[in-house]
């Protein structure tokens, strides 16, 4: 099984609302990323978790809060977004963050809209 | 500072061969990986150079020279499905083994 899925596919929530994005992998990898991509750009790093851990965070902006209960799950919660955080939310897992195979496994993303 | 190049556009015909190349400079060089993304889908692996040279896999190759700081991927016996954003991404091993992205470079075949 060499897949990362993601809930929902399509979100569209208020400024006002509170959501959560799900990722989640069962390929037994201990690091697993979130990223955030806007059209015709790559994709952004905006955190990393490494066996569980918050290693990285890009400097994202508070609103933005990662949570890795175990290591097959990774979420995403979003509260107070503006517009601009309108963009295609990609989680992505790989074995470990310095493994000589370090391939990152990609899921299908979500495609967010805050209005 | 980090600064990966790719052109943005390129344009082949079906059934051709395209080379699109990738010009890095980065601190904490691993290796480079070349990923491939449909609009609207997630990126999925195409190939990663550690060493230098070329590595073959089937209709894609991708080569690497780490001296020169330069990458390339090929693809031959272009097909429409081939359209795509091609991205390169060093892999880095002094910054948490993050990947850098360059900004894509955008293929359109055509017939």
């Known amino acids: 099984d060499t897949e990362v899925t993601q809930t929902p596919k399509h979100l569209v929530m208020g400024m006002t609302n509170k959501k959560s994005l799900k990722c989640e992998q069962h390929m037994g990898h201990r690091a697993m990323y979130w990223y955030k991509q806007k059209a015709k750009k790559p994709p952004e790093l905006m955190f990393v978790y490494s066996y569980e851990k918050l290693s990285i965070n890009e400097s994202v902006p508070s609103r933005f809060s990662p949570e890795c209960p175990n290591s097959s799950l990774l979420n995403l919660h979003l509260h107070a977004l503006q517009p601009e955080d309108s963009a295609l939310y990609l989680c992505a897992s790989s074995q470990d963050r310095a493994s000589p195979s370090p391939e990152q496994y990609f899921g299908p993303g979500t495609r967010l809209t805050v209005t | 500072g980090q600064n990966i190049d790719q052109p943005t556009e390129m344009t082949a015909t079906e059934g051709a061969i395209v080379q699109i190349n990738c010009t890095y400079q980065t601190s904490g060089f691993n290796g480079l990986f070349w990923y491939q993304q449909h609009a609207g889908e997630a990126p999925t692996f195409l190939s990663y150079n550690v060493l230098d040279g070329l590595e073959e896999k089937g209709r894609f190759s991708s080569f690497l020279s780490r001296s020169k700081g330069y990458s390339y991927l090929l693809l031959k016996e272009l097909q429409m499905k081939d359209s795509a954003s091609y991205l390169c991404?060093?892999?880095?091993?002094?910054?948490?083994?993050?990947?850098?992205f360059g900004q894509g470079t955008e293929l359109s075949v055509k017939p």
């Open positions: 991404a060093v892999h880095t091993y002094n910054q948490g083994g993050k990947l850098i």
